[in-house]
């Protein structure tokens, strides 16, 4: 028997099942047909199997015996992303190009460069393959940084301050080990960071984790920056606990929500899960980032363990509150795919994406409370965001949906490999090509205004529209009643204005073209006076 390597193919150029492909072997294909067949060629039986490849590992797949030949069709890419042929006005794809939002931040400089020492993912392969880094640190130096740092995620630039050039840096814990071994490297890398805005303070790290875990990590090869190795900086603790804290605080959650509203003891059962105290902890953390970078100048490096879990909330977080175009629709989606997509979080093991395992040690709800912490910012800030909140909820419904190709695997290396932007749709196309649905009527455009919120249990609240929105016995929320007025005011004013344009392009066709002294459309707009 003859055999046949499995094609592969795009869905989003089939324009129809009756459509026929024509293979190598001269294999006439249609869509619909479980295996393309040579004619006389008929299917015996069919079995799934898993094909130890000598190359690439266990392939999961179904085997297909013909009276001709043997026929593996790998079935890998379960998910719907790789089948979706949704058509939109939009490519989200192309929302987010890392060299044009570096230039948005002014980048490079002559204290920042672009390095491409990870273009084919060789220092660390978790990371994006562009970076930034400071001017006077040679490629060689972040090669022997990132032997001293967790999976090498060596400290990369993520924010620069227009004004004081203070900067976010972000990375993972330096390998202390037991033996509180050191770096020279990493220490003097440290200085040159510190150095590159002319700051004569000490670098402030922030270390998203609680001291004692901190500490406890040494047992496996990590720990903190300790201030005998690294004199010129300062280090704060954040007491933010780790996956699994949060994985069984939703649980909790969940359980006071589904199928029953726990009625009675409603404050102390919400008190009981503790969400909401994490949910404050990193909005209290994101605002000591921003806050020392915005009013104090200082430049500052973020981390946790590995560098993409709290560290991307921390990040995020502190450049919404600092950088206004963050918080337009256009600015999110480049944030979440900066500081979450492309730099590593592992969106499939902690979403569990095609895994039936859900007892896995893995999962947890990381990039929710992120958002979360977003939806509690744009209460507190209604005018600020250019978003709604059926954005938020879009993104998360998607977020486990696998509709859509942009959360799918843990890193930029592994959606390269798949070629996730080739055969799959972004969420960002769905969202960009029907906008309006998602913006805040309330939206004032405010350039260079920090945001503070007040990260208080007294001004947190749970997000009902989204963790109850499901439950039987819960009254779906009605649209806010001010904002639905709010928009059919808009929707009249626009309606005016256009009748407006049609009556002076009628006024004006009927005006002589000697006429001088007739009044321009714009002149003719400002006289006129309308209770808008």
Known sequence: MASSSTPKYNSNSLESSSNKRTLKDGTNWEQNEEIPRLPGETRVTDKDVIYMCPFNGPVKGRVYITNYRLYLRSVENLFFAFVNEEKFSENGWMVYNPMSEYRRQGLPNERWRVTFINEHYGLCDTYPSLLVVP????????????????????????????????????????????????????????????????????????????????????????????????????????????????????KKLKDIVYPNVEESHWLSSLESTHWLEHIKLVLTGAIQVADKVSSERSSVLVHCSDGWDRTAQLTSLAMLM?????????????????????????????????????????????????????????????????????FLITILDHLYSCRFGTFLYNSESLREKEKVTEKTLSLWSLINSEKSKYTNPFYTKELNRALYPVASMRHLELWVNYYIRWNPRIRQQQPNPVEQR??????????????????????????????ASSASPSQMMSQVQTHF
């Open 135 to 250: 001017y006077n640190a040679t490629d060689d130096d972040l090669k022997k940084v990132a032997a001293f740092r967790s999976r090498n995620r060596i400290p990369v630039l993520s924010w620069i301050h227009p004004e004081t050039q203070a900067v976010i840096m972000r990375c993972s814990q330096p390998l202390v080990g037991m033996s509180g071994k050191r770096n020279k490297d990493d220490e003097r890398y440290l200085d040159i960071i510190r150095e590159a805005n002319g700051q004569i303070s000490k670098l402030t790290i922030y270390d998203a984790r609680p001291n004692v875990n901190a500490v406890a990590n040494k047992a496996t090869g990590g720990g903190y920056e300790s201030e005998d190795a690294y004199p010129n900086a300062e280090l704060f603790f954040l007491d933010i606990h780790n996956i699994h804290v949060m994985r069984e605080s939703l």
């Open 322 to 390: 600092l950088d206004s175009y963050y918080r337009t629709i256009e600015g999110f989606e480049v944030l979440v795919q900066k500081e979450w997509i492309s730099f590593g979080h592992k969106f499939a093991s902690r979403i569990g994406h095609g895994d039936k395992n859900h007892a896995d040690a893995d999962r947890s709800p990381i990039f929710l409370q992120f958002i979360d912490c977003v939806w509690q910012m744009s209460k507190q800030f209604p005018t600020a965001f250019e978003f709604n909140e059926q």
């Open 486 to 515: 709010y928009m059919e005011l808009l929707a009249l004013r626009d309606d005016y204005i256009r009748r407006l344009e049609e009556l002076q392009i009628t006024n004006n066709s009927k005006i002589s073209n000697s006429s």
